[in-house]
């Protein structure tokens, strides 16, 4: 056993997936006569990232751990061992299946991503893919506080190279700066781009203070003066105009959105990740389509925002919703209070018992149970359900960058030091507010600009690492009563990977 480690495990899946017959001509500018083998294994390796992304593990282990989102154990449901709790109660250990599996996805999107490289790729699929690998890597870092990757992917005996934080951070910065002159610019959304990069360098700069000391986050004027600059080279993007904040996460976001700047592809018929369990984890058995009943956010969190702010959500018309909705429910957004059906407009009752109408309400409890089963917590549907798509398969891209994430980065980065004035990071989050209906700040501090953060990027994969940066992770919430320990700055590594990779040490307190 000393020699097997995370990557031949993956092995025979990952040969599955390179040898897969794509039908599909990868969108990314691929000319005639480049060389398949290389693009099929460039979409693979794409494709690594909707498992952890599209509200799959990764995005539990950033959303589901904060004071932004709960999944809690209604009766029989949800409770899945006790998995969802204890990420959400910081109690989790090297054995809870949500590391598991966002390490093992991680490490496949490491693996594909350099075997793309051995495989006689054009300059711009070897830059894509180390552009894909740097981003594994930078979440391998934000998660576990290392990152690990394999340079030999034919002799198996050797063991992967572990990186401490700093050193991960360095590698990141030089790959994506080496490979930036070979991304391509003006290209789709799902394409990786010079862009793109420019944004993974924003997240290195902003976080390297806090991942290098994360008890006590220290952000160096340099580092916040790259953030400033990265921010300034990234052109061509405009906030969504008033109304039009959801089309950033619409079936059709492809075409109009003004913000995305990397996204993950989703077509039906075609490949894509499971965005469609944005609505399926949070609508009720009885809504139409029905979902699972599940997950919710907390009424502090909702209460962050003020009346007529869009992006509490609205009666969002989009392209293949055709339904009257005659009682003006929302479509989108924060679903709070009593729901009705959309092409009737009678109100939704629970399941169980029938005679209860389907009012969500603010309070939720880790565990519910009697009268709150089916109805406590305020439901949250990011992405407009795609009513068009007959298959599983939804179209709406996954957001991963978006224009608003940029500029509140260097907001911040102005906050913390860089070049720029307070009245300029001001007037660039009320620039955004503006648009979204939200009234003007009067000033800014880093305390209300957290919570703008989390009012503009909800449910987007960016709440854990924000209260770390901004040293609130450790803190107590309605449903969390107690503080946390350092430990839980880093998570554990899962006991599998330990157990196969003699070169692994856990971290600390696990």
């Not at 005639?32 to 992304?53: F, K, R």
């Not at 063991?159 to 991960?168: F, H, Q, R, S, T």
């Not at 987007?460 to 503080?483: A, C, H, M, V």
Request: hydrophobic letters at 40%.
């Amino acid at each position: 056993m000393k020699y097997i480690n995370l990557y031949s495990y993956l092995l025979i899946f990952l040969l599955f997936f390179s040898c897969t017959k794509l039908n599909e001509k990868f969108r990314s500018n691929l000319e005639e006569g480049d060389d398949i083998a290389a693009a099929e294994l460039l979409v693979t390796a794409y494709n690594m990232l909707n498992s952890p992304y599209q509200q799959g593990s990764r995005w539990c282990l950033q959303e589901l751990s904060s004071d932004e989102a709960i999944a809690p154990t209604r009766g029989g449901d949800w409770d899945d061992n006790g998995r969802h709790r204890a990420i959400h109660l910081h109690t989790w250990n090297a054995d809870n299946d949500y590391l598991s599996g966002c390490f093992n996805s991680f490490g496949a999107a490491v693996f594909q991503s350099s075997n793309v490289l051995r495989n006689n790729p054009t300059k711009q699929q070897a830059a894509e893919a180390r552009f894909i690998r740097a981003l594994a890597l930078f979440d391998m870092v934000d998660l576990w506080g290392k990152a690990i990757y394999r340079e030999d992917l034919i002799n198996f005996k050797l063991d992967p190279i572990i990186l401490e934080a700093k050193e991960g951070l360095d590698f990141i910065i030089k790959e994506v700066n080496e490979i930036m002159p070979d991304l391509p610019s003006g290209v789709p959304a799902f394409v990786a781009s010079q862009n793109a990069a420019r944004v993974l360098l924003m997240k290195v700069y902003l976080n390297r203070g806090a991942f290098l000391n994360r008890e006590s986050p220290s952000f160096l004027p340099d580092d916040m003066n790259k953030v400033i600059e990265l921010a300034n080279q990234i052109t061509g993007y405009t906030i969504s105009l008033p109304g039009k904040y959801f089309d950033n996460f619409a079936p059709d976001n492809d075409e109009k959105s003004t913000e995305n700047i990397f996204t993950l592809y989703n077509k039906e018929g075609v490949r894509g990740g499971s965005v469609g369990n944005t609505y399926n984890t949070i609508a009720h058995y009885n809504m139409n389509p029905g979902g699972w009943n599940g997950w919710a956010t907390l009424s502090a969190f909702y209460n962050k925002f003020s009346a007529g702010d869009e992006r509490l959500g609205f009666d969002y018309r989009y392209t293949g919703f055709d339904k009257p909705n005659p009682a003006k429910n929302k479509t989108v957004g924060f679903l709070v209070g009593q729901q009705y059906n959309l092409t009737t407009g009678a109100p939704l009752m629970a399941r169980n018992p029938s005679t209860q109408t389907l009012s969500f309400t603010p309070e939720i409890t880790l565990r519910t149970s009697g009268s709150t089963l089916e109805t406590a917590g305020i439901r949250v549907l990011k992405y407009a359900y795609d009513y068009a798509s007959k298959a599983g398969q939804k179209n709406n891209d996954w957001v991963i960058y978006r224009y608003a994430d940029v500029l509140l980065m260097k907001a911040e980065a102005i906050l913390r030091g860089g070049a720029g004035t307070a009245a300029e990071a001001l007037a660039i989050v009320n620039g955004i507010r503006n648009n979204r209906g939200a009234a003007a700040l009067l000033s800014l501090t880093l305390d209300n600009l957290l919570d703008e953060r989390g009012r503009e990027l909800y449910w987007e994969g960016w709440r854990r690492q924000d209260l770390i940066r901004y040293n609130k992770f450790l803190g107590s919430w309605e449903t969390k009563p107690e503080s946390g320990k350092p430990k839980e700055l880093v998570y554990a590594f899962p006991s599998q990977q330990i157990a196969v990779n003699p070169a692994l040490k856990q971290n600390p307190g696990y």
